[in-house]
Each structure stands twice: as structure tokens, then as C-alpha cells.
């Protein structure tokens, strides 16, 4: 019998007395080593006191619930410092008070609207959960739609509390989508209108509570089952619920200053910043790690190589991401180039971090929209402003359609729209046909 079997379970040796100030919507990884990790920081550090209660968005999960280790668990954050070094931060995070599954807590879910204390919901229900129905019903319980459930819970608020103002909620979804904010308001008033609630409470919802938009930015990897063993022993206690991912984190939210005021992340040291408009810093995300991302996926795998790190350290994948950036992304973005260097330098960082196992298969997923969202817009911009094609990142192009027998209406028309691309474009996936992705590789290097 292996001795780890004897070790105990992480339990809670906090008492439960941090009133209940976030609703959270999702149980998985990325909001509990991302937001969840930041509250509990919050509190220890500026000596705060938000609790959190999570909300399952969906029933159908048969995974049990936090509350079996009373609400506690693990994370294991790793990352290389500036000197490329290893770091290894482990916390016990206590600010989760409950997790509910509305299968069977939906009383103490409408219960948690008659809160005073609470003030602020986080969501996480990926990018398809912001969607809407016609057949979600308000007496439902609970609701199917993430968005249903919300608007029951946000209307029992405001009739128990008489649709006073200072009830209001401020919102903050973490969804990988444009303008998550507006979204979630959106999809909000989509119910407020199928179920004909009383207009003043949407007058409540547009002018006590702000749905604010957000950009989340840290790579969470979820239980670490290849190494689950190892860090037994080193933390002396078994953990199911034990996350894992990197140090590096960031969280930009469009909100008024008030809201920065009453959610002082900033002053816990943290990596949030608070902006009137998240367009530029989304630009630069998408411009520069995501189109990383993407350019190692297109190559990375015609390549044979598995992983982020594996394609940064590639003798040529490496310095052909590097000739990328400089010379074909970073010039063209409207920022100071300092700041783009510094935030490549952070993003090369953590590509080449060795606990981040990050498979270029799964980047892969859905390459056409990437290449619409990630790709084209970079090149378009290039040529538009130097008057010819960045021909990195048009090999990166056809790398990726390099699967494709025909790319969708979207991307035929973007690339009609400029003269020439297509037929470059054509050119060169026809090259890596006939002398592979490193010999194209090489050659783009000498005609650029």
C-alpha cells in the first residue's frame, strides 16, 4: 500500500466568518486560481475580508462539491523571474465560504439575493455561456442559461431590497469574449423582457449596476495529475481539489474609479489595472500573445513539435517567433514600443516556462476564426502602413490553411480585399508542400 494513502485531507482550520461579498458563477480552475486567488490575497494583505460563494453555472456536473474540504484547496503557481529562475508560490485559499449546485440549493441561491454584503458577481462560464434562449422560464428552478440564472437572482434582489440603489451589483465576467460587459447586460435584458419584469427594474440594472468588461490573462492548468505524487509528499496532505498553473498574472477591467475604490486589488500588489476603455490593451493581447500562440500552433505542429515550450526552444520556430514580433507586429501597434517590448519579454517568459505544458493542439482548435481574429488583422495592418506584405506572417497564414482544402467565405474575402495576398498566400502554402515548413521557414528569412 503506497504510503501517500495515509496522508490527510486539506480541510478548512479557518472558522467560516468573512461575510459573503462575491457571487461567483463557475467552479473551475481558471476562476479558482485566478480570481479566487487574488481575493484570498486581497484579504491577507490589506486585511479585507471578501468571501466568496461559488455558483455551478450548469447541474449537470457529478464532480463533488469544495465544500468536502470546506470550501479550501491548493495552488501551485510556477514561473521564471526575470532572471530565468524558477518560482514556486503554494497557498492555501480560504475566501470560498460555500459551493451550490441549484439542482439543490436554489432556495439558498435566491436566499444569497437578501444579502446586504453582497456587492460583487464574477463569472467564468466560457465563451458559449454568455448566450440566451426563449424557453428559460422565470419560475424555473433553476433556469438552464447562465444568463436566466442570473436575472431570477438579480430581480429577487431587487424587489427585496425595494429597488434601492445602494443594492446594486457591480459585474465582472472573465469570459474570453469582446466586450463581456456589454454581453452579459445584454443578455441580461434579453430575460428582463421575455419574463415582462417591471421596467423599473431595468432602469435599477442600467443605473445601480455596472456591468463591467474585462480582459483575463493567466494560463491555469487544472489539476497536475503527472506530478499529483510528488507534491503529496511536499505539502504533507492530499488535495482534490489542488490547482496548478503560472505566476504571471493580469486583469484589466473597464470601470468607473469608484469601483477600483471598493476593489482595491492594486493596492494587494497585484497585476490589475483600471481602465475607461479595454480596446487598446485587447489589441495588443490578441496582436501579440495570442498571434504567438497561434503562429506556434500553424508551425509548431507541421513541425512535429507538441508543446509552447518545445516550439519556443526549436533551433528555428524560436527565432522565427522572435524575427515576427519585432520586426512585423510590434512596429505597426499604436503603442510606445517600450511598453510592447516589455510585454513581449513577459510573454516569451512564459511560453518558456517548464511547468506550463501547453499543447499546440489544443491552440489548433477553431484556426480559421484564430487566423480571422489573430492573424489577418495584423497583416492587413502591416501592409498598410509599409506598403507591403509581413511575409512571416503570411507564411504563418498558410501554414495554418495548410490543412484546409478551402479556407471559409471570411477569410477568401479578407484576402481578396488586399491585392496580392491570396496569391502569395497560395504561393506559399504550395512551398510547404513541396520542401516542408523549415525549408519554408528558412527562406522566408531570406526574403524578408
Known sequence: MSLLADLPR???????????????????????GFVDWQLDVLNERCGLDFGVVIVRPTSRSTAPLLDTQGGCYTTVLRGLDADGALKTDVRQITCVQRELDLAVHFADYLALARNPDVRFVVSNTTEAGIAVNDHDGYADQPPASFPAKLTRWLFERYVYFQGDP????????CELIEANGRALHSAVLH?????RLEPAFQVWLDQSCHFCSTLVDRIVTGYPT???????????YRDDFLVAGERYHYWAIEAPPSVALELPLQ???????WVADLTPIRLRKVAILNGAHTL??????LSGLRTVEEAVLDPDLGPFLRATLWEEIIPVLPFPETESIAYVDDVLRRFGNPHIQHRLTAIALNMESKCLARLLPQIIRFHQTRGRFPMRLLLTLAAALQGIAEPCDQINHAMGAVPGMQETVNALRARIAAVGIRTALHRAEVST
Open 10 to 32: 486539506l480541510q478548512r482550520e479557518a472558522p467560516f466568518t468573512l461575510p459573503i461579498r462575491v457571487l461567483q458563477f463557475g467552479q473551475g480552475n481558471f476562476l479558482r
Open 166 to 173: 445602494a443594492k446594486g451589483l457591480v459585474l465582472l465576467p
Open 226 to 236: 503527472d506530478e499529483i505524487e510528488f507534491l503529496k509528499m511536499e505539502l504533507s
Open 191 to 195: 430575460y428582463t423582457a421575455l419574463w
Open 267 to 273: 493596492r494587494a500588489g497585484l497585476n490589475v489595472q
Open 296 to 301: 506556434l500552433a500553424a508551425v509548431g505542429l
